[in-house]
């Protein structure tokens, strides 16, 4: 009954590569997100989609490209893996309403640490 | 920056006693919500204060809210083992889409002694 669930837990892999993490959420909720948080801590937001649509996209490179092929998932691909992508990078979902409002609560899955060697 | 910044950034206290966490913002709100989050998990959700609150009460937690000095508390009474974890506050910012988003501060990283 995990309300939202990331895979993998862990990803280890080499420079250069490509990878994907998959989130989904069972809550019903219309806006997910992605966040990387550093070895400080530091969360910070990449990209948003609610229903489908992208709402949010933060300056992130274009080596991240998020796909939601429905408003329970959300996809994070990454091309050309860089040292710098180590981080842990978690999902997020709200129920915002059909008026857009990044004001509710959001529900966090449990993370992807990725270790790009 | 527009992130806000928790102070501490660290905190240790014995079992039993009170932790007090602020967090310093830089724009106007509409609400600010604090998070926990336990070493390896995600984050949780404790608390949302609007901005036309001034106080907000959950359980052993107290937040306060004062929009004219753009700062919060959170305070944890009678703190146990299990409130050693990394806490956060939240605020909305507008994006680089002109759409809203959380911006979360530094957050701290609170110890409860046993």
């Known amino acids: 009954d995990t309300a939202v669930s990331q895979t993998p837990k862990y990803l280890v892999t080499q420079m250069g590569n490509d990878k994907s993490i998959k989130c989904e959420q069972n809550?019903?909720?219309?806006?997910m997100y992605w966040y990387k948080q550093d070895s400080k801590k530091f969360l910070k937001i990449m990209f948003s989609?609610?229903?489908?649509?992208?709402?949010i996209n933060e300056t992130v490179p274009n080596r991240f490209s998020p796909k939601s092929p429905d408003k329970a998932h959300l996809n994070l691909h990454i091309n050309s893996l860089e040292l710098g992508d180590s981080a842990v990078y978690f999902c997020?979902?709200?129920?915002?309403?059909?008026?857009?409002?990044?004001?509710?609560?959001?529900?966090f899955g449990p993370g992807t640490r990725l270790l790009v060697l | 920056s527009q992130q806000g910044e928790e102070d501490p950034q660290a905190l240790s206290i014995q079992e039993g006693e009170n932790a007090t966490m602020n967090c310093s913002y830089k724009?106007?709100?509409?609400?600010l919500q604090w998070y926990r989050q336990n070493s390896g998990r995600g984050l949780v959700h404790l608390i949302l204060?609007?901005?036309?609150?001034r106080e907000k009460h959950s359980g052993r937690l107290r937040v306060t809210l004062d929009t004219s000095k753009k700062s919060s508390s959170l305070l944890i009474t009678a703190s146990r083992a299990a409130d050693t974890a990394s806490y956060f506050c939240?605020?909305?910012?507008?994006?680089?889409?002109?759409?809203?988003?959380?911006?979360f501060g530094t957050g701290t990283r609170l110890t409860i002694i046993p």
């Open positions: 997020a979902s709200s129920q915002e309403g059909a008026k857009w409002r990044a004001k509710e609560t959001q529900y």
């Open positions: 809550l019903g909720h219309d806006t």
């Open positions: 989609y609610n229903n489908k649509e992208l709402i």
């Open positions: 724009t106007s709100i509409n609400n």
């Open positions: 204060i609007r901005s036309n609150e």
């Open positions: 939240a605020t909305v910012h507008l994006s680089n889409f002109g759409n809203e988003k959380l911006t």
